[in-house]
């Protein structure tokens, strides 16, 4: 949420992706697996950027102020980009 330390989310999503990549190269089945954990559609709360971004805007961190929504399908390897105001597709 907005009311926990930006730091410590990045510092923590930076820890897992090492930490998955680490397993992805250790177990050859992990990767397929993640992947098709991937599919539907999944809400975006915050954005972290590139490192450069985030010197830029001296954040790590940006909210979305609006419901965006990203829809993910592993068999034909496409994404949607979808956002909204309120219900309503923009």
Partial sequence: ???SDSDQVVDALL???KSMRKKAKDDETLAPQQLQA????????FTTGTIDTQAKIKGRINY???KAVQ???TQTMTLT???YAGNFAL
């Fill in 71 to 73: 829809s993910f399908d």
């Fill in 1 to 3: 949420t907005k009311a």
């Fill in 64 to 66: 979305f102020p609006l």
């Fill in 15 to 17: 820890t897992l992706e």
């Fill in 38 to 45: 991937l599919n539907g559609a999944w809400r975006l709360i």
């Fill in 81 to 83: 980009n979808a956002i």
